[in-house]
């Protein structure tokens, strides 16, 4: 089994130390109960279930599987009762509005706790965090009436959401769907066709399933203009709102084998002129889809994270266990027969990169929280503004970065346990197979990058962009001269100014070319994401440096330490990445799709 304590100490670094919780969160309208006792609270209380609830049952789910008979889905033993346990506690809840029966508590928190679900157990995770997807979607874009027959089912976790929008011909291109919407009379719509991939699509886990679909209406124009998005249920809405009406023409056809996420459901949906209601207006189905996509992709970039900080803390835990050989400085532990594998540099080096990049990440991720509640709640609409187009330009770095990450990680974990992380006994393989679809559901990797460098970067004339280089400019200025802070101030300075110029060249260059935009766009990402973390570390190497004394427990040395190894031995990559995005596009292109 995998080693696993929510880290707690770190979450509450980032949030109070490092991003200033009190005064950005806790002010905003509507969040002045999220104070610190609280937020302190609810962690723990989080940490709690997900140490002991979910995580027991995250081997023995992906062993067992989900389990399809005749159209009815399974889940694994044990998740009706977690999930049972994980409602009452109010979890689905969280930060849905009171007006709908949630606890109105800020977003930040909510990403908070999804890591801590992700990290102990991302199948269980799939079931909740699509209905929050469902609820957003709904919450912004549904009439009055559905918002009050839906969405107090959703907060209270009795029914579940869906995201239905990839079919068997097309996933990335969603201008190709087919799936048919038709009018009847009363404002209710006849769909009809077949979703694939659809998580949650069908369990056993809450009374109704209310399925997001994506579909055209008779008169619709091509391509993804011509889309809607239409709600239909697995049970018909009842009258009074609290009872459910007759089952819909919707039906699970089969569920996947897959690599990953097992205990997850990933179902073959069947619409066969099932009812369904219009969200949001005719053909602007895509619009309202984004807005559950990208609560989406955030939270999958969370999934990354969580599992980054379980492939960590396990890794850790073995080379400390495990002996084998001498340290090249001489044994370490000369009255035992070996030393511990954690004396070794190159484990160290999987060690201290799996741990920059987490706690980086992390504090990135934490920060794009904030700020969605900020976007939200903030009395004043240009800072609204400023904090969505922030949030806007970082979903796809967290989504695609914290994934990779994600990724990484776990064959970094693997690597250290040897042959023990290939075996299926200490639960490492089972982090590397569900790590995988991170990176290419809800948008693949690349499509991120794409978004980034395609929409991003040149909507409304750079705002957005503005948004991030304006506190790493300030960040330098003010810094630059203060010889303590050098070897972190410097190599960001450096960074930052090839970000800068490589934005240049691709704006310029896709302007003329977008193919040479799309050649750039993985590397992009890449390097953006690496200027971001170089931001983060330096601030809280600046703020650790000042903290050091009375440092009871090593926390703020070990911070120093993982920042100074960013800066010397992840951030130099960043000039690699420089070089390959001014390559250009030749080297890519220039061979004939017949000479592969
Ligand atoms: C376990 C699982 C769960 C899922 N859950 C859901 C769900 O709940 N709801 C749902 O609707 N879907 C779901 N999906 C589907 C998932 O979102 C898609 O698989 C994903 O978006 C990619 O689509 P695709 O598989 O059709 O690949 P394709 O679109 O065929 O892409 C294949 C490759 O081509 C690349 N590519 C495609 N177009 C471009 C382009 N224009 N530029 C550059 N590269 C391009 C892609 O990046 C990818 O590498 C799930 C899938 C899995 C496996």
């Known amino acids: 089994m995998v080693?696993?304590?929510?880290?707690?100490?770190?979450?509450?670094?980032?949030?109070?130390?490092?991003?200033?919780?009190?005064?950005?969160?806790?002010?905003?309208?509507?969040?002045e109960e999220a104070t610190r006792d609280v937020v302190d609270a609810i962690l723990e209380e989080g940490a709690r279930f997900c140490e002991n609830e979910l995580l027991p049952l995250?081997?023995?789910?992906?062993?067992?599987?989900?389990?399809?008979?005749?159209?009815?889905?399974?889940?694994?033993?044990?998740?009706?009762?977690?999930?049972?346990?994980?409602?009452?506690?109010?979890?689905?809840?969280?930060?849905?509005?009171?007006?709908?029966?949630?606890?109105?508590?800020?977003?930040?928190?909510?990403?908070?706790?999804?890591?801590?679900?992700?990290?102990?157990?991302?199948?269980?995770?799939?079931?909740?965090?699509?209905?929050?997807?469902?609820y957003n979607a709904l919450e912004t874009w549904g009439s009055d009436d559905l918002k009050a027959r839906t969405l107090p089912h959703l907060a209270d976790g009795r029914w579940a959401g869906t995201m239905c929008l990839t079919e068997p011909h097309c996933g990335t291109d969603l201008g190709l769907i087919h799936t048919r919407a038709e009018p009847l009379e009363s404002q209710r719509y006849a769909i009809t066709g077949q979703k694939i991939f659809i998580s949650a699509g069908e369990h056993d886990l809450t009374e109704n399933i209310l399925h997001l679909v994506l579909a055209r209406l008779p008169d619709a124009p091509s391509g993804t203009r011509g889309i809607s998005l239409f709600l239909v249920p697995k049970f018909l809405l009842g009258e009074s709102g609290d009872?459910?009406?007759?089952?819909?023409?919707?039906?699970?056809?089969?569920?996947?084998?897959?690599?990953?996420?097992?205990?997850?459901?990933?179902?073959?949906?069947?619409?066969?002129?099932?009812?369904?209601?219009?969200?949001?207006?005719?053909?602007?189905?895509?619009?309202?889809?984004?807005?559950?996509?990208?609560?989406?992709r955030l939270g999958v970039g969370i999934q990354g994270l969580g599992l980054a900080e379980t492939a960590y803390q396990s890794a850790v835990a073995y080379a400390r266990e495990r002996r084998q050989g001498r340290s090249l400085a001489g044994p370490a532990e000369p009255q035992q027969k070996a030393d511990p594998i954690i004396v070794h540099p190159d484990v160290r080096k999987n060690l201290m990169t799996m741990r920059a990049l987490t706690e980086g990440s992390r504090a990135l991720a934490i920060w794009v929280g904030m700020e969605l509640d900020v976007a939200e709640r903030h009395p004043d609409m240009a800072r609204r503004q400023e904090a969505d187009d922030f949030v806007a330009l970082m979903t796809p770095v967290i989504k695609a970065f914290c994934t990779d990450h994600g990724f990484d990680a776990a064959t970094?974990?693997?690597?250290?346990?040897?042959?023990?992380?290939?075996?299926?006994?200490?639960?490492?393989e089972q982090l590397v197979r569900d790590a995988r679809i991170t990176q290419i559901y809800e948008g693949t990797n690349g499509i991120q990058a794409l978004d980034l460098v395609g929409r991003k970067l040149g909507q409304n004339m750079g705002r957005l962009l503005r948004r991030f280089f304006h506190p790493v400019?300030?960040?330098?200025?003010?810094?630059?001269?203060?010889?303590?802070?050098?070897?972190?101030?410097?190599?960001?300075?450096?960074?930052?100014?090839?970000?800068?110029?490589?934005?240049?060249?691709?704006?310029?260059?896709?302007?003329?070319?977008?193919?040479?935009?799309?050649?750039?766009?993985?590397?992009?990402?890449?390097?953006?994401?690496?200027?971001?973390?170089?931001?983060?570390?330096?601030?809280?190497?600046?703020?650790?440096?000042?903290?050091?004394?009375?440092?009871?427990?090593?926390?703020?040395?070990?911070?120093?330490?993982?920042?100074?190894?960013?800066m010397a031995r992840i951030l130099p990559e960043s000039n690699a990445l420089f070089q390959q995005i001014m390559a250009g596009k030749k080297p890519l292109m220039a061979m004939a799709a017949d000479d592969f």
């Open 3 to 31: 080693s696993y304590k929510a880290p707690l100490d770190d979450i509450r670094f980032c949030l109070y130390d490092l991003l200033g919780y009190d005064d950005r969160v806790t002010t905003l309208p509507g969040c």
């Open 58 to 134: 995250n081997q023995s789910g992906d062993s067992e599987g989900c389990h399809f008979d005749k159209g009815v889905v399974r889940t694994p033993k044990g998740f009706k009762e977690a999930y049972a346990a994980y409602r009452v506690a109010g979890w689905t809840g969280l930060a849905a509005d009171p007006t709908y029966g949630g606890q109105g508590l800020p977003k930040t928190l909510e990403f908070l706790v999804q890591e801590l679900i992700c990290s102990t157990n991302m199948s269980f995770g799939m079931y909740p965090g699509l209905s929050h997807g469902a």
């Open 243 to 296: 009872d459910l009406g007759q089952r819909n023409g919707v039906s699970c056809g089969s569920i996947e084998e897959k690599m990953g996420i097992k205990a997850s459901s990933t179902c073959v949906m069947n619409f066969d002129g099932a009812e369904g209601y219009l969200v949001g207006e005719p053909h602007g189905g895509m619009k309202a889809m984004f807005t559950m996509m990208n609560a989406a």
């Open 412 to 428: 970094r974990a693997q690597q250290i346990y040897g042959g023990h992380g290939y075996i299926k006994e200490q639960g490492i």
């Open 473 to 566: 400019h300030g960040f330098i200025e003010e810094n630059q001269t203060d010889p303590a802070l050098a070897i972190y101030v410097l190599p960001l300075a450096k960074a930052f100014s090839r970000l800068q110029q490589a934005t240049a060249w691709v704006a310029q260059q896709g302007l003329r070319d977008p193919e040479e935009a799309g050649a750039a766009a993985s590397d992009y990402l890449r390097l953006f994401a690496f200027v971001a973390l170089a931001y983060v570390w330096a601030r809280t190497a600046k703020l650790c440096l000042a903290k050091q004394e009375g440092d009871g427990g090593g926390f703020y040395r070990a911070k120093i330490n993982t920042a100074d190894f960013y």
